[in-house]
């Protein structure tokens, strides 16, 4: 079964259009939603975590409309983007005060939020006030929160912004170590790597719509078949470009001062013969090889096309 | 892991008095709160002041533009003149249309409403949070003022010591009353502050100084009433409250305080519950 069904969604912020008819299930398990900045993922996680309404169509959230549906918030777990708190408090307090809300006697609620800021590896600041903790720390008490009552469903929005890498890293395991457990997790991005870290089930939305969705390897596919610009920095740009010139991958190359921009449909046979190229040493050196595809706005550039 | 067996959904009240407890502290210790407790001082600083005249400069009779006025007169003026029209008000504006609006605009609403109580029950802990944080700000003050004021031209605390409980009450209605009003104007409305201070700053003193019914639309009207004092004769301030001498009665106006507090609850609750909030990113 799936945990969020969308049919047909669309949300309008006045005369700005935020999701546009979106239709889409999401299945059990970690699913990634990646976009660029302003591509819809926010409006999409709060009208599944029932802070919005949709403006046309139905969502569904664990079988049931969460709009208006309180009790969904037992068995859902929200770390929003936002970095607002209430700063006075200490994280036990707060994380505390906020899993009381779920029914939780004043001790039970205590020992989850003491789990859940253990689980984030915030115990030796637990006693710290909120407004005293860097980026990383707000970051991770935000996650505390929204999985300190042991949710069935996670919804993280950009959960990994301004954490360091030791804590990325920590975290991107604790969002594996929760998708084994058979629980669910939606968690947005526009970093392409950091999805692909922990799930390979995305849904690559952009300007409000969904884009495309499935198995991480099959979306890559289909961002191959586009063609891929590979820049390159060379000494004899010229000799590379008589050498592609025979390779059925290429569909077009340019020259530009002291480089060879190449098109190609099958970038990783092409990445694989540019390195054998380079370690053969017949072109000369290979400065540098850069990638506008490697910017996750390109690559929706393409699939938008 | 598994979900905790001992969470079961909390009751309506439950849920308001957990609000209640995580709103209480940030309310009693934000900025507005220090803000409003120097307004709140204002009336103490002015009875500190009006002990000091008295005791250096003594006279027989203390007076008001030549009327004989008691401890007791100027503490019910003071009542009527700052706490009822003034301080009650705007506390209320300052207090009610922050009860969301603030976690509107501060984007901490998300962590309220992503948890399974009904929105409405937010609305009314935090409104009792801020009931009880007015009265925590207001209740030294009038206690304060009435000791210092009331001796003053031989008044008696002990005799007056009842109409002190009754200002107390009073006041307490004008904060329930006005709180529950903002409440909701801070639900539906999106800069709630404006809209607040021309209702308590020009809209209830323009209509209660114009015959009609105009006036029952307004708080201070029935707030008026429930006024204990006697206030002094034959000053300017006496002709000037003459102006206001269609007032209910004492009965008729606690069940119209009462009413209109229920009711704007209630459509404050009600809005809450139906009313989307998109949060700036």
Sequence with gaps: MSIVVAEGVSKWYGQVIGLNDVTVSVPPGITGLLGPNGAGKSTFMKLVTGQLQPSKGRISVLGAPIWQHPDLYFRIGFCPEQDAFYERMTGLEWVSALVGLNGLSDADARAAARRALDMVDLSDAANKKIGAYSKGMRQRVKMAQALAHEPELLILDEPLSGMDPIARRRTIRLIREWGRTGRSVIVSSHVLHEIESMTSNILLINQGRILAEGDVHQIRDLIDEHPHTVHIRAEQPRALAREFLGADDVLSLRFEEDAVVVQTGKPDLFYARLTAMAASNEFGSIREVTSPDDNLAAVFEYLVK | ?281
């Design chain 2, 1 to 281: 892991m598994s979900t905790p067996a001992t969470a079961r959904r909390p009751s309506y009240v439950g849920s308001v008095l957990r609000i209640f407890d995580l709103s209480l502290g940030e309310m009693l210790w934000s900025r507005r709160s220090v803000f409003l407790a120097l307004l709140v001082g204002g009336p103490v600083v002015l009875a500190v002041i009006s002990r000091v005249v008295w005791a250096l400069t003594p006279v027989d009779a203390l007076r008001v533009n030549g009327a004989s006025v008691s401890g007791p007169g100027i503490f019910g003026l003071m009542i009527w003149l700052l706490y009822v029209r003034f301080i009650v008000p705007i506390l209320g504006v300052f207090y009610g249309t922050g009860l969301i609006a603030d976690e509107v605009e501060n984007r901490t609403l998300t962590y309220l409403f992503t948890r399974p109580i009904p929105r409405g029950a937010v609305l009314v802990g935090k409104y009792l949070a801020y009931l009880a944080c007015t009265v925590l700000l207001i209740l030294p003050s009038v206690v304060l003022v009435f000791f210092l004021m009331v001796p003053l031209n031989g008044g008696s605390i002990g005799a007056q010591f009842p109409s002190l409980v009754g200002d107390l009450g009073m006041l307490a209605a004008g904060l329930a009353a006005y709180g529950a009003v903002f409440g909701w104007v801070g639900a539906r409305v999106r800069r709630p502050l404006v809209a607040g201070l021309v209702f308590v700053l020009g809209w209830e003193p323009a209509v209660l100084l114009f015959p009609g019914y105009l006036k029952h639309l307004t708080v201070a009207y029935y707030l008026q009433a429930l006024v204990p004092h006697a206030m002094p004769e034959d000053s300017a301030i006496s002709a000037l409250l003459q102006a206001f001498s269609d007032v209910p009665g004492v009965a008729p106006s606690l069940l119209a305080l009462a009413i209109l507090t229920g009711a704007a609850l209630w459509v404050a609750a009600r809005t809450v519950e139906s009313r989307e909030y998109v949060l700036e990113q």
